[in-house]
């Protein structure tokens, strides 16, 4: 009997061999259909933020370059303000007689009369009381607000 265990040894041997190895590749076969689905989907994700990130980027340049175009355009918005307001400066000077209304406009704000209009400011009675009368106007509406 110890014969022929030693004589059916080798062969048994070798089906277990076959046996364990048909075992690990069906295994192995597995566990590589599952690393191959995730790889799939580790693509897949992978591809969609790249999408995603091109599509941010578009945006980002397209925001970028509306940023711009409006800092040149408040550029040069200051730019034509400042010179509006050195004209505006520049009429202000030549006009003597602005300078005078403005002050006589003062003056009515803060309680001069027809008389005191006419001999500080040089104006004649009619553009005196005109002018009392248009701050007198006024006064109610600029309360209001």
């Not at 897949?44 to 800092?71: D, I, P, Y």
Request: glycine letters at 2%.
């Amino acid at each position: 009997m110890l014969n022929l265990v030693i004589q059916w040894l080798p062969i048994v041997i070798a089906v277990l061999a076959i046996v364990i190895a048909f075992a690990l590749v069906r295994r192995e076969r597995k566990a590589r259909r599952v690393l191959e689905t995730k790889f799939e989907a580790i693509e897949l994700v992978s591809r969609n933020a790249r999408q995603q990130h091109e599509s941010l980027l578009k945006q980002f340049n397209e925001l970028r370059a509306g940023t711009m175009a409006m800092s040149q355009k408040m550029a040069d918005m200051a730019l034509h303000l400042e010179e509006v307001a050195d004209r505006q400066g520049e009429m202000a000077m030549q006009d003597p007689d602005g300078k005078l209304y403005s002050r006589a406009s003062k003056m009515v704000e803060l309680g001069a009369d027809v008389n005191e209009l006419m001999q500080e400011c040089d104006l004649p009675q009619a553009e005196a009381e005109l002018l009392l009368r248009l701050q007198q106007k006024m006064a109610p509406a600029a309360r209001r607000r």
